[in-house]
């Protein structure tokens, strides 16, 4: 694959930097209040704001292969249920029936043509229209159209699975919101991965600190010391602020000797990691032949639930093929768990009271442009077109 013009930029700035012996930074370190992490009216507003009127990634593609294939989602604080209808397009509904309100589908995933509550069995359509209830002389004078499920803005792109947890009084154009990191996400060729692992944490740490986790690389070889470490140079990010999303650039050691090669013989994807935050919730990290999907989602102050999807390329046919994703995975966990044991850690010490601020290094460059970013969504300065 030819390389992008951004990442030909990227691999420039880097080898420039590392011949200058320096890295990334920004002018001046940035202080963060602590009440950012752990006070209840800051997270209110944060799920009021970030976690309604957002796009927030769901599931992957694959998860709603064929038509009539529906997913629930329940995390973000709203039961969401999310289908595939007759023309193969995605829709996204509360999954609380119009009649008196119960829940309709209580499975994680399956395939139906109807939607059929439990308590009354109203059956709704693919496209949330309420086809049927028993015994309907009992609803005689009700206008049905005004009974289909509210749907929420749902949409598919670069083989996720994208929706807006309420419903909105415009239409979300998801494409522009997406755009500065498009021509990225469209290379990764996301739509052509299968599923490996998914997976789901709930962690006693502020949401934020499971996204900072991705923000900067200066912990690698401090709190991934025998893990992540030795796999990338050591404090030598990138970042691209493409506000509010971020392109994080984590270059691994092989690329010095792109010195000595022709920039047309450049390659991205073999030498990079790029953790690559879409806002609000969502981090596209993608490896050097995998990747990830993760969604972070806050539960409370103070708690949070972690979601990842590991995508690789094709389905392994061979048993040294599935051994390698394999062991990606068992490390992929461990590096995640040192993250979160140092999170949690991180709120203990939050709620003790002891700090009342925390501060953002020079070179911790996406901490500065991710607090920015939702600093200036909760004051609608940021919001999604
Ligand atoms: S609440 Fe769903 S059919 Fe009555
Ligand atoms: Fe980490």
Not at 265 to 288: G, K, L, S
């Amino acid at each position: 694959m030819q390389t992008s013009a951004e990442e030909r930029d990227i691999i420039r700035k880097i080898l420039e930097l590392t011949n200058d012996d320096t890295t990334h930074m920004l002018d001046e370190v940035m202080h963060n209040p602590v009440s950012k992490y752990t006070d209840p009216a800051q997270l209110q507003a944060e799920m009021d704001v970030l976690f309604r009127n957002f796009p927030i990634v769901v599931a992957h593609s694959s998860a709603l292969a064929e038509v009539g294939d529906f997913v629930t989602h329940d995390e973000l604080g709203v039961p969401i249920v999310v289908t595939r209808n007759d023309a193969g397009v995605v829709n996204a509904f509360y999954n609380v029936c119009r009649h008196r309100g119960a829940r309709i589908e209580s499975e994680p995933c399956g395939n139906a043509r109807r939607l059929t509550c439990p308590y009354h069995a109203w059956t709704y359509d693919l496209d949330g229209d309420l086809r049927g209830m028993p015994q309907p002389v009992g609803f005689d004078g009700l206008d049905r159209d005004d009974r289909s499920l509210v749907q929420l803005p749902a949409f598919e792109r670069f083989g996720l699975i994208w929706v807006v947890p309420s419903p909105q009084d415009h239409d979300v154009d998801i494409d522009a919101w997406l755009a500065p990191m498009a021509e990225h996400l469209e290379r990764l060729r996301l739509e052509d991965h299968v599923v490996f692992r998914t997976w789901s944490l709930h962690k006693d740490m502020s949401w934020r600190l499971a996204l900072e986790g991705f923000h900067e690389s200066y912990h690698f070889c401090s709190a991934h010391r025998d893990t992540a470490c030795s796999n990338y140079l050591d404090n030598q990010s990138l970042w691209l602020n493409l506000e509010p999303h971020i392109r994080h650039a984590v270059p691994l050691p092989k690329i010095l000797e792109l010195r000595d090669q022709p920039e047309d013989a450049w390659e991205y994807r073999p030498n990079f990691m790029t953790q690559n935050y879409v806002f609000p919730a969502n981090f596209v990290q993608a490896m050097t032949d995998h990747v990830y999907i993760h969604t972070i989602i806050p539960t409370g102050p103070g708690t949070c639930v972690f979601q990842c999807t590991m995508l690789i390329p094709e389905e392994p046919v061979t048993e040294k093929a599935a051994r390698y994703w394999e062991k990606n995975y068992d490390v992929v966990r461990v590096v995640f768990d040192e993250d979160f044991t140092i999170g949690e850690g991180i709120q203990q010490g939050f709620t003790a009271g002891v700090n009342t601020d925390v501060v953002f290094g020079r070179y911790e460059v996406g901490l500065h442009y991710g607090q920015k970013a939702i600093d200036a969504a909760l004051s609608g300065e940021i919001v999604c077109p």
